[in-house]
């Protein structure tokens, strides 16, 4: 499936922004789907996955608290809702998606969460998110 992800634009530091994750034609009911994003001179990194089962949701621990992944099954989008937005979230921002109940989430040594991107294979275009300070 291609998705696509929209949304991004130029935010002040404290601002907000609601990214999009579509697939123009079909529904993303069928896949679990997760957020990445990729800052300059950085690897990609992940960000939330909700699952296609129930509708769990996984966050980066760093994350938690200000960033609000969903479905919204009247516009056939998973959304990222982004709160207090800081200029270290500045990035291209994509989403993945996979035909799996469950979203494929890690422990790391240091007991955080996190997701390698290598599991997914269908990717949309990415978004940019320019935070100023």
């Known amino acids: 499936v291609q998705l696509q992800a929209s949304g991004g634009g130029l935010v002040q530091a404290g601002g907000s922004l609601r990214l999009s994750c579509g697939a123009p034609?079909?529904?993303?009911?069928?896949?679990?789907i997760a957020w990445f994003r990729q800052a300059p001179g950085k690897e990609r990194e992940w960000v939330s996955c909700?699952?296609?089962?129930?509708?769990?949701?996984y966050y980066k621990d760093s994350l938690k608290g200000r960033f609000t992944i969903s479905r919204d099954n009247a516009k056939k989008t998973v959304d990222l809702q982004m709160a207090d937005l800081k200029p270290e979230d500045t990035a291209v921002y994509y989403c993945a998606g996979e035909k799996r109940d469950l979203c494929r989430v890690l422990i790391t040594p240091d007991l955080t969460l996190d997701m390698r991107a290598e599991e997914y294979d269908s990717w949309g275009r990415g978004t940019q998110v320019t935070v100023s300070s």
């Open positions: 034609g079909t529904t993303l009911e069928n896949f679990n």
């Open positions: 909700i699952n296609r089962a129930d509708d769990r949701t």
